[in-house]
C-alpha cells in the first residue's frame, strides 16, 4: 500500500525536529522513492532518491549509499532517462567494488593479525617450554634435576599399579676428583647421566639428584624382577674401564632398587628408602651384577 506509506512518510516528515540527523531523512526519503515509484510517479521518485543521496554523501554509510544508487537506477530507467541510469549504474558497481576492496584489505589485514599472535603465542610457549626445561634440566649433565625428580613423585597417584626408584652414587667419587681432578669427575657423572639415558625407557624418568647420586622414576613396572636387571643393566653400563694418564681407571656405581606397590606414598619417604638401599649395597659390597649393557 505506497499510498498509505507515503502519507505516513510526509506526516512524519512535517512534525517538526521528528528526524534531526542526515542519515534518518535519507532513509526516509530513499522509502519515500520506492512509494513513488510504486505509484508510478517516476520522476517524483528520482527526486526523492537524489535527495536521499545527498543526505547519505557526508554520512560514509557506503552499505546505505548503495541502496540508494540502486533504487536511482531503477527510477530512472522508469522514467526513461536511462543515460543517467547507466551513470549511476557505474557508480554503483564502482562503490560496490569500492567496499569490496576495504572489506578484502580488512580481512587480510585481520588474518595477519591473527597470524602475528598465533606467531607470538607459539613463540611465547617455546619460551616458556625452555623456560621450564632449563629450570628443570641439570646444567652439568643434561638430564632432570632434583626439580624435576621432586616434580615427578608428587604427581604419582593411586591410579598407577606400581613405581620403582633406582638411586645411584658413584664409588670413591671424592678420591676420582681429589687424584685425578674435577675435569674428570665431571665427565664420569656426564658418562653417568648418557648410561641413564640409554638403559631406561622412553617413559621413565632420570635425573641428578645432587652431587654424584642420580635417580630413575620408573612407573608402572610390574615387579623388582623387572626393576633389578634394568639396575644391573645400569651398573654394567657404568662400570666400564677409562683409561687416564696411561692409568686404567674402572669406575663403580651402588645402586639401591626400591618397588611400592601405593605410588601415592610420601615421595620423601621413597626416596629415603631408595637412599638406604643404596648405602646397604654400598657398605656391605652387594652391588647388581655386571650383565652386559644392552644398548
Same mark, same amino acid.
Given at each position: 500500500? @505506497?499510498?498509505?506509506?507515503?502519507?505516513?512518510?510526509?506526516?512524519? #516528515?512535517?512534525? *517538526?525536529?521528528?528526524?534531526?540527523?542526515?542519515?534518518? +531523512?535519507?532513509? &526516509?526519503?530513499?522509502?519515500?522513492? +520506492?512509494?513513488?515509484?510504486?505509484?508510478?510517479?517516476? $520522476?517524483?521518485?528520482?527526486?526523492? *532518491?537524489?535527495?536521499?543521496?545527498?543526505?547519505?554523501?557526508?554520512?560514509?554509510?557506503?552499505?546505505? =549509499?548503495?541502496?540508494?544508487?540502486?533504487?536511482?537506477?531503477?527510477?530512472?530507467?522508469? #522514467?526513461?532517462? =536511462?543515460?543517467?541510469?547507466?551513470?549511476?549504474?557505474?557508480? =554503483?558497481?564502482? %562503490?560496490?567494488?569500492?567496499?569490496?576492496?576495504? !572489506?578484502? $584489505?580488512?580481512?587480510?589485514?585481520?588474518?595477519?593479525?591473527?597470524?602475528?599472535?598465533?606467531?607470538?603465542?607459539?613463540?611465547?610457549?617455546?619460551?616458556?617450554? #625452555? $623456560?621450564?626445561?632449563?629450570?628443570?634440566?641439570?646444567?652439568?649433565?643434561?638430564?632432570?634435576?632434583?626439580?624435576?625428580?621432586?616434580?615427578?613423585?608428587?604427581?604419582?597417584?593411586?591410579?598407577?599399579?606400581?613405581?620403582? &626408584?633406582?638411586?645411584?652414587?658413584?664409588?670413591?667419587?671424592?678420591?676420582?676428583?681429589?687424584?685425578?681432578?674435577?675435569?674428570?669427575?665431571?665427565?664420569?657423572?656426564?658418562? &653417568?647421566? !648418557?648410561?641413564?639415558?640409554?638403559?631406561?625407557?622412553?617413559?621413565?624418568?632420570?635425573?641428578?639428584?645432587?652431587?654424584?647420586?642420580?635417580?630413575?622414576?620408573?612407573?608402572?613396572?610390574?615387579?623388582?624382577?623387572?626393576?633389578?636387571?634394568?639396575? %644391573?643393566?645400569? *651398573?654394567?653400563?657404568?662400570?666400564?674401564?677409562?683409561?687416564?694418564?696411561?692409568?686404567?681407571?674402572?669406575?663403580? #656405581?651402588?645402586?639401591?632398587?626400591?618397588?611400592?606397590?601405593? @605410588?601415592?606414598?610420601?615421595?620423601?619417604?621413597? =626416596?629415603?628408602?631408595?637412599?638406604?638401599?643404596?648405602?646397604?649395597?654400598?657398605?656391605?659390597?652387594?652391588? @647388581?651384577?655386571?650383565? @652386559?649393557? %644392552?644398548?
Amino acid at each position: 500500500r @505506497p499510498a498509505e506509506a507515503l502519507e505516513i512518510i510526509r506526516q512524519t #516528515a512535517g512534525d *517538526a525536529g521528528a528526524i534531526v540527523w542526515a542519515a534518518g +531523512r535519507s532513509s &526516509l526519503a530513499l522509502v519515500e522513492a +520506492r512509494c513513488l515509484r510504486a505509484l508510478g510517479r517516476s $520522476a517524483e521518485a528520482v527526486a526523492a *532518491a537524489n535527495r536521499a543521496a545527498e543526505l547519505a554523501e557526508p554520512s560514509d554509510d557506503h552499505h546505505e =549509499l548503495m541502496l540508494i544508487l540502486d533504487e536511482l537506477v531503477v527510477a530512472e530507467r522508469d #522514467a526513461g532517462d =536511462l543515460d543517467a541510469a547507466i551513470a549511476h549504474a557505474v557508480e =554503483l558497481k564502482r %562503490q560496490m567494488w569500492n567496499l569490496h576492496r576495504r !572489506q578484502t $584489505a580488512q580481512l587480510v589485514e585481520q588474518v595477519w593479525a591473527r597470524a602475528e599472535l598465533e606467531q607470538q603465542r607459539r613463540a611465547l610457549e617455546a619460551q616458556t617450554a #625452555a $623456560a621450564i626445561a632449563s629450570a628443570e634440566e641439570d646444567a652439568l649433565t643434561r638430564i632432570g634435576n632434583r626439580r624435576l625428580l621432586e616434580r615427578v613423585l608428587g604427581n604419582v597417584t593411586d591410579e598407577q599399579d606400581q613405581i620403582a &626408584l633406582l638411586m645411584a652414587d658413584i664409588d670413591h667419587f671424592k678420591e676420582i676428583n681429589d687424584v685425578h681432578g674435577h675435569a674428570l669427575g665431571d665427565w664420569v657423572l656426564a658418562d &653417568l647421566a !648418557q648410561s641413564c639415558r640409554e638403559q631406561v625407557r622412553s617413559d621413565d624418568i632420570a635425573g641428578r639428584y645432587g652431587g654424584d647420586e642420580f635417580v630413575v622414576v620408573c612407573e608402572d613396572l610390574a615387579s623388582e624382577q623387572i626393576a633389578g636387571p634394568l639396575g %644391573q643393566r645400569l *651398573a654394567a653400563s657404568i662400570a666400564q674401564p677409562v683409561t687416564v694418564g696411561g692409568q686404567l681407571l674402572r669406575v663403580g #656405581a651402588s645402586i639401591g632398587v626400591v618397588v611400592e606397590g601405593n @605410588p601415592a606414598t610420601d615421595p620423601a619417604a621413597l =626416596l629415603a628408602r631408595a637412599d638406604a638401599e643404596m648405602y646397604r649395597h654400598k657398605h656391605h659390597g652387594v652391588r @647388581p651384577p655386571g650383565d @652386559p649393557p %644392552q644398548r
